[in-house]
């Protein structure tokens, strides 16, 4: 899978998703099991990752339940939080081949930051968590990080790296992810659900993360191909 390293003018872009991509969780379960809310909020995670509510509203609603959860609760979901497969190896590929790697999560930045480090990611953007006291207050702060701000961020992260958009590679799993993967030069459903699937350029069914770089890789060589 590995391949030689290619000049400045190959370089791409790799934007991920977070949970259920880049890890194996969705955090939000993870702290809804501090707050005695995990089938509630996993019932409504569903729906939205299917498209069949808005993700704003259905973000505000799981996270009101975890209103009184203790911050410290947060390094236990840190901890727990399971890399899927081969996703080390993605981010460590992507590196050699000299590509910026960044996350985009409708999750939580206090979370991400922690998963993004060991791996030497240093952009990403995911929702915040409002406390108070010590405890969460069951309310975000600051803009949602929905589906269209996953392709906002997509498009700050390439022009911040000039890297062109067609040089960009988009990788998630949930209908929150559509508008990067359309934007993206490679856009890539990775273990998703039907409605990603059928919409996204690309597929991977998993459960190796690592296997889209023998998509971006595919699409390199036919383009190759036609010079």
Do not use: C
């Not at 009184?68 to 081969?86: E, F, I, K, M």
């Not at 040089?167 to 273990?191: K, S, W």
């Amino acid at each position: 899978m590995s391949a030689p390293v290619p000049g400045p003018a190959a370089r791409r872009l790799l934007v991920m998703d977070v949970d259920s991509t880049l890890i194996q969780d969705e955090v939000i379960e993870l702290i809804a099991e501090h707050a005695g809310t995990r089938a509630e909020v996993a019932a409504v995670t569903e729906r939205a990752m299917r498209g069949e509510l808005d993700f704003a509203g259905s973000l505000r609603e799981r996270v009101a339940t975890l209103a009184g959860v203790p911050v410290s609760a947060l390094d236990d979901v840190r901890a727990r939080a399971r890399y899927t497969p081969g996703a080390r190896e993605l981010v460590a590929e992507a590196h050699r081949r000299g590509w910026v790697v960044a996350l985009v999560s409708g999750g939580f930045a206090e979370v991400v930051a922690g998963l993004a480090a060991p791996l030497g990611i240093t952009r990403f953007r995911a929702n915040r968590l409002e406390v108070a006291d010590g405890v969460l207050t069951g309310r975000t702060t600051g803009p949602v990080v929905d589906r269209a701000a996953k392709e906002v961020a997509l498009r700050e992260f390439a022009a911040a790296e000039q890297v062109p958009l067609e040089r960009t590679v988009a990788v998630g799993d949930g209908a929150n992810d559509l508008d990067m993967i359309g934007a993206a030069g490679v856009g890539i459903a990775f273990a998703a659900k039907p409605l990603v699937v059928a919409r996204a350029p690309y597929s991977v069914p998993g459960p190796r993360l690592d296997a889209v770089l023998d998509v971006v890789d595919r699409v390199d060589r036919a383009a190759r191909a036609l010079l």
